[in-house]
T-cell receptor, first 112, second 113 residues
């Protein structure tokens, strides 16, 4: 079946450091890809998405590019802030956003 | 705008007890779904609905029932709770259109002893 694999955390960075969270996927077709973020005590929020190969999703300084050749959708940010501390989930959908398949999540901790 | 509202926020059950987790959305979304979140496993789809009167199973449906009598509400029922159902449960809804994001509630933390 379809699946998503994320790098294990926690990832601990100092403020203003560069962030990369790796995400790779396995799918039978051409999925839409998503990054969701979960702040403590809250539900998940959509951070960014890409719906076809070579698309770049971006939001709040975060970016991810849909790489079909490597089946990857790595999340990057050039300079993290303490407020970015959260759990980040990579996900795919074969139905434009219905029936999401999630990775295990990566905890990010940013220290001042 | 309330979005997706889940109740209760916390619940403790004994093995064999039954209960219903409530989910309501005020965005007129056709698609609604239930996920459970467990450490190291991300979120897994339990059941989903593409509209009133229509439900279907997700990845981990055993031990759970759902119904969708209205567009707004999508309750999740545990008929006989088991310790393996200890988890955080999230309800989510989505509107039509390819660019509509999935909106999540704040979750229900369930403990079964």
């Amino acid at each position: 079946g379809d699946s998503v694999t994320q790098m294990e955390g926690p990832v601990t960075l100092s403020e203003e450091a560069f962030l990369t969270i790796n995400c790779t996927y396995t799918a039978t077709g051409y999925p839409s890809l998503f990054w969701y973020v979960q702040y403590p005590g809250e539900g998940l929020q959509l951070l960014l998405k890409a719906t076809k190969a070579d698309d770049k999703g971006s939001n709040k300084g975060f970016e991810a590019t849909y790489r079909k050749e490597t089946t990857s959708f790595h999340l990057e940010k050039g300079s993290v802030q303490v407020s970015d501390s959260a759990v980040y989930f990579c996900a795919l959908s074969m139905e434009y956003g219905n029936k999401l398949v999630f990775g295990a999540g990566t905890i990010l901790r940013v220290k001042s | 705008n309330a979005g997706v509202t889940q109740t209760p926020k916390f619940q403790v059950l004994k093995t064999g007890q039954s209960m219903t987790l409530q989910c309501a959305q005020d965005m007129n979304h056709e698609y609604m779904s239930w996920y459970r979140q467990d450490p190291g496993m991300g979120l897994r789809l339990i059941h989903y609905s593409v509209g009133a009167g229509i439900t279907d199973q997700g990845e981990v449906p055993n031990g759970y029932n759902v119904s969708r009598s209205t567009t707004e509400d999508f309750p999740l029922r545990l008929l006989s709770a088991a310790p393996s159902q200890t988890s955080v449960y999230f309800c989510a809804s989505r509107g039509t259109g390819n660019n509509s994001p999935l909106h999540f509630g704040n979750g229900t933390r369930l403990t079964v002893t």
